[in-house]
Structure formats: structure tokens, C-alpha cells
């Protein structure tokens, strides 16, 4: 296989396309919306971002130490590319976008009642690395749409359409491939006819 050696960059794709919710120190609130976003630790919940510093949302994050990672939807896709090319020094996001904004257990930012989920963040550390800035940060609490919960309490994100990031283009997930450990699990055995 023939392949081309380019520069070295960033080519993690797919990525979630995220839309972090914050309110500056007056309550005022914004939304940016990021694909560099990713689970850091499990115990303790430990979550990152990656902002640019010149970026509006950057010094709302930093001052308050905390933001809501909502997760995104086919039914959000045009919101999300909105709340990531337009500014919140020029509009107010949510109510350009017809977004709801529930208040948060832990935080004082807004949740956006649109989406499947939302996690409440506190930040933990910036890192700073160079063009961005990697925010940790502690997961407080997860917030789940109850349309999504099946009759035994299981939470299906599938049927929820999420969206995802690749290359400037929005994608649906498309069809389930595979479980976690399908590729080793023993087949079952099918009772035997007497």
C-alpha cells in the first residue's frame, strides 16, 4: 500500500462535536462549540478541551472555573456550526439558536435542554501548549435525557442521532459495527435437539 508522508498534524478523526456552555462572572452566557474534546480519566471523571486563548469563551472559562459539555445531534448539526464560526461578543447564542438554558446542580453555567447529555465541569488545570490551551477538568455531574432510557433504565445515545466532526464536515454515526469485546467473545451455545 502506496501511502504519503505529510507534516505533522493533528489527524484524530473522528472527533465529537461539542457545544460548552459557560456564563461570565455576570451570568451572561455563550457557547463555543469544539471537536477537540476527550475523556481523560475515568476515576476520578476527569475530562479535556482544548481553547484557543484569544477565543471569547477562553477568559469566561478561566475566571469562573467551570463550563457544560453538551453533547451534539443530527437535529443540532446546523446550532453547532453556528455556535462555533459566530461570536458571543456580537450574539447571544442561545437565543439565536432557539437553545434552552437549564440551570446546572453544580455550576452556575447553563445546560442546553436540547441535547442527549450534558456533563457539569469544574476546571482542575490549563495547560498551556501553544495555538491552544488544554483545560482539565473534573466532571461534577451527567445529566441524561430520559427520552433515550429504555423500560430497564438503559441509556441508548444511538437513537438520539449524535453528530460528529471530521475534516470540516458534519457526519451522522452511521450503523452499529460491533460491541466492546464482540471480537473475543465466545459464541453461544444454541440447545442441542433430542
Known sequence: MAKQVWKPGNMLYPLPAVMVSMADKNGKPNIITLAWVGTVCTNPPVVSISVRPERYSYPIIKETGEFVINLTTKELTFATDYCGVKSGRDVDKFKEMKLTAIPG????????????????CRVREIVPLGSHHMILADVLAV???????????????NKAEPMIYSHGGYYGCGELLGTFGYSVKKPEKRPQKR
Open 143 to 157: 445529566h441524561a435525557d430520559e427520552k433515550y432510557m429504555d423500560e430497564r433504565g438503559k441509556f441508548h445515545l
Open 105 to 120: 446542580m453544580h455550576v452556575k453555567a447553563p445546560m442546553i435542554g436540547e441535547s442527549p447529555v450534558n456533563m457539569e
